[in-house]
């Protein structure tokens, strides 16, 4: 996570974080889908469903202790329109080595259904999000050791070379802006608020696609992103030295 910036100094949010011995390790959920049933709505700024959908999630975990130690995994999935439960998943005996790091990858895990459709995200002004959650409980599965939540849109996004850029397979044309860091005024330390009225903006433009340029974004911009219905091409900076 680029936290620095050359002639601008720490311009994100930094925070200490603690745990037990048992613990997620930092920016250890992956939550993506994959929609498996046929869509609903063939604009991708307007409503969509799918009749159904693939949670993959994989959670890494680490052990401090000195002793192998058995912890109970808990996947959920909730909508944040419905404030239901799309899903529930639960691993029971998951053991994690003395001083070493464990993977957690449940495999494919169905939602959705005919009479409870998946809601897709989209370019829509505020398209429909999930709240996965990662729990760790332990062995008993009683007591909560750590647990990580993560904001995502299940959607289809496919480049072809025919039809071009397939939004939950409709084809969208790509209308954007690239974008520095840092914003006019304020510097490089962008407020929260600037990031949400930057992203806002360019929406009521026009825009349905921001590009950064050329770094990683704060996670914040992002998360405006994905509630302003705004697609980001996001690149990640090369630099070579010059003999």
């Not at 070493?100 to 409870?116: D, E, K, L, N, T």
């Amino acid at each position: 996570m680029l936290l620095c910036q050359e002639g601008g100094g720490i311009f994100r949010h930094v925070w200490l974080e603690t745990s037990g011995k048992v613990s997620i390790v930092p920016w250890g959920l992956y939550a993506p889908t994959l929609v498996n049933g046929s869509i609903t709505g063939a604009n991708a700024s307007a409503a969509q469903t799918a009749d159904s959908a693939i949670f993959l999630p994989r959670l890494d975990l680490q052990n401090a202790d000195s002793a192998p130690t058995e912890v109970t995994v808990r996947f959920t999935l909730t909508s944040e329109s419905t404030s239901k439960v799309a899903l529930s998943h639960t691993l029971a005996g998951v053991t994690v080595a003395p001083g070493g790091f464990q993977r957690v990858v449940p495999g494919p895990i169905g939602f959705g259904s005919a009479a409870a459709p998946v809601e897709l995200w989209n370019t829509a002004a505020s398209p429909p999000l999930y709240t996965a959650t990662a729990t760790v409980l332990d062995a008993a599965g009683s007591a909560v050791l750590d647990e990580l939540e993560a904001t995502i849109g299940v959607r289809s996004a496919v480049f072809d070379s025919r039809a071009g850029f397939l939004l939950n397979g409709v084809k969208v044309q790509l209308m954007g802006t690239a974008n520095h860091l840092g914003f006019g005024g304020v510097g490089m330390a962008v407020p929260d608020r600037i990031q949400e009225f930057q992203v806002a903006t360019l929406k009521a433009m026009g825009s349905n696609a921001f590009r950064t340029a050329h770094n990683p974004v704060a996670p914040e911009l992002l998360d405006y992103a994905d509630r302003y219905g705004m697609l980001v091409w996001e690149e990640n900076r090369f630099v070579t030295a010059v003999k």
